[in-house]
């Protein structure tokens, strides 16, 4: 064979290679990674699936199999051998963050099947966050319909949020990036940079803190949020806790309250990227609140979730986030609404950590954000 024949050849297998590894499907590999020691506990590493690409976040059937968003738009039914891809997710905007996004299932899943997700949606003019719902029936959606879309769309790929959880008090709480335009987040008549609390529905709930829509928007519980990528609902005590990205550093985790405003781009311990200049007015000021912790620098929080289960004692109650940037996944020890210390864990070992969920078998669970991305278990070592 000549020389010209063989770069040909070559060509022809190279871009065959290519294509296989871009159209690959998920797969489950239940394999494990490696044993790790913490401060409190040691534990195993076990790589569920393989082959997501750019996983956004998961939800934990009653039966521990999993449904799992990739920003593409797929969504996927993993259990404990097989793949399947579920049919009837409607069209996403898949444009810079935006994309599929969270998904949880109703509190009264078992019997109304109902399943709630998050995605960046196109209006007429520009794109926006908005939230949709359908029964999971097999392997398809059915009866979907969108239940909110942010009242103001924008042009542009950043800042949509958007992580969704249910209260104890049986609403939805959804959280809307600023859309990039950081001075929108002081608007309560704006759902961008806020947290949203609507009824399963849809509809407004009639205490939320600005229902007439006179001084905000009736769905907006708390605005002045950056972009807040995690939210969960400590057990001990039912608030809603979330966390949202800083700029050049201040990432905050904060505690929800009805109608406050928390600071965003007044206050702020980030920094103007690049130039490290002040925004706004400093780190505080009176009518704001103050986080309960904060990075600097940064470490891109995404995911978020309360260590409940028995199986790892020395990590009851704590806190697990998620790092984009820093590559780890943190554990936040608290004392009450108080943070008394912090661990890094799996530093480097498994890339971005996009989402943080407990599974009903009481196991830490996390996804990883890349173009090859996988679902991981913690599982402790006896």
Same mark, same amino acid.
């Given at each position: $064979?000549?020389?010209?024949?063989?770069? &040909?050849? &070559?060509?022809?297998?190279?871009?065959?290679?290519?294509?296989?590894?871009?159209?690959?499907?998920?797969?489950?590999?239940? +394999?494990?990674?490696?044993?790790?020691?913490?401060?409190?506990?040691?534990?195993?590493?076990?790589?569920?699936?393989?082959?997501?690409?750019?996983?956004?976040?998961?939800?934990?059937?009653?039966?521990?199999?999993?449904?799992?968003?990739? #920003?593409?738009?797929?969504?996927?039914?993993?259990?404990?051998?097989?793949?399947?891809?579920?049919?009837?997710?409607?069209?996403?905007?898949?444009?810079?963050?935006?994309?599929?996004?969270?998904? /949880?299932?109703? %509190?009264?899943?078992? %019997?109304?099947?109902? /399943?709630?997700?998050?995605?960046?949606?196109?209006?007429?003019?520009?794109?926006?966050?908005?939230?949709?719902?359908?029964?999971?029936?097999?392997?398809?959606?059915?009866?979907?319909?969108? &239940?909110?879309? $942010?009242? +103001?769309?924008?042009?542009?790929?950043?800042?949509?949020?958007?992580?969704?959880?249910?209260?104890?008090?049986?609403?939805?709480?959804?959280? #809307? =990036?600023?859309? =990039?335009?950081?001075?929108?987040?002081?608007?309560?008549?704006?759902?961008?940079?806020?947290?949203?609390?609507?009824?399963?529905?849809?509809?407004?709930?009639?205490?939320?803190?600005? @229902? @007439?829509?006179? @001084?905000?928007?009736?769905?907006?519980?708390?605005?002045?949020?950056?972009?807040? *990528?995690?939210?969960?609902?400590? %057990?001990?005590?039912?608030?809603?806790?979330?966390?949202?990205?800083?700029?050049?550093?201040?990432?905050?985790?904060?505690?929800?309250?009805?109608?406050?405003?928390?600071?965003?781009?007044?206050?702020?311990? =980030?920094?103007?990227?690049?130039?490290?200049?002040? &925004?706004?007015?400093?780190?505080?000021?009176?009518?704001?609140?103050?986080?309960?912790?904060?990075? /600097?620098?940064? #470490?891109?929080?995404?995911? $978020?979730?309360?260590?409940?289960?028995?199986?790892?004692?020395?990590? *009851?109650?704590?806190l697990f986030v998620g790092a984009l940037v820093a590559r780890h996944l943190r554990r936040v020890e608290l004392d009450g609404d108080s943070v008394v210390g912090e661990e890094v864990l799996l530093d480097g070992v498994v890339g971005r950590v996009r989402d943080v969920r407990v599974g009903p078998d009481g196991l830490i669970y996390l996804v990883t954000d890349e173009r090859s991305g996988g679902l991981y278990r913690l599982e402790p070592v006896e």
């Amino acid at each position: $064979m000549n020389s010209t024949k063989k770069r &040909i050849l &070559i060509t022809i297998v190279g871009v065959v290679l290519c294509a296989a590894s871009v159209s690959a499907e998920p797969v489950v590999v239940n +394999r494990t990674v490696g044993t790790y020691t913490s401060e409190q506990e040691s534990f195993r590493l076990v790589q569920v699936a393989e082959g997501l690409t750019e996983p956004w976040s998961f939800a934990f059937l009653p039966d521990g199999s999993v449904l799992v968003t990739e #920003i593409s738009g797929s969504l996927f039914h993993i259990d404990g051998r097989t793949v399947r891809e579920i049919d009837g997710v409607p069209s996403v905007s898949a444009t810079g963050q935006g994309g599929l996004l969270d998904i /949880v299932l109703d %509190p009264d899943f078992s %019997p109304n099947r109902l /399943v709630y997700f998050s995605f960046a949606d196109r209006y007429e003019f520009g794109l926006g966050t908005a939230v949709a719902r359908g029964r999971l029936r097999g392997t398809r959606l059915r009866d979907v319909e969108v &239940i909110f879309r $942010m009242n +103001r769309s924008s042009g542009g790929g950043r800042h949509f949020g958007s992580r969704l959880v249910f209260g104890t008090d049986g609403m939805l709480y959804v959280t #809307i =990036g600023d859309r =990039g335009a950081q001075d929108r987040a002081q608007d309560p008549g704006d759902h961008a940079g806020s947290l949203v609390r609507i009824r399963p529905d849809g509809s407004i709930p009639a205490d939320n803190p600005f @229902d @007439d829509g006179r @001084d905000g928007a009736p769905e907006v519980y708390s605005y002045g949020h950056r972009n807040a *990528q995690g939210i969960a609902v400590n %057990p001990e005590t039912g608030e809603i806790w979330l966390h949202e990205h800083g700029p050049q550093g201040g990432d905050e985790i904060n505690i929800v309250e009805a109608g406050a405003n928390y600071g965003w781009p007044v206050i702020t311990y =980030g920094a103007n990227y690049g130039t490290g200049t002040q &925004i706004g007015e400093g780190t505080s000021k009176p009518g704001m609140e103050q986080p309960v912790t904060y990075w /600097v620098p940064s #470490i891109a929080p995404s995911g $978020m979730a309360f260590s409940t289960g028995s199986s790892f004692p020395g990590w *009851q109650g704590d806190l697990f986030v998620g790092a984009l940037v820093a590559r780890h996944l943190r554990r936040v020890e608290l004392d009450g609404d108080s943070v008394v210390g912090e661990e890094v864990l799996l530093d480097g070992v498994v890339g971005r950590v996009r989402d943080v969920r407990v599974g009903p078998d009481g196991l830490i669970y996390l996804v990883t954000d890349e173009r090859s991305g996988g679902l991981y278990r913690l599982e402790p070592v006896e």
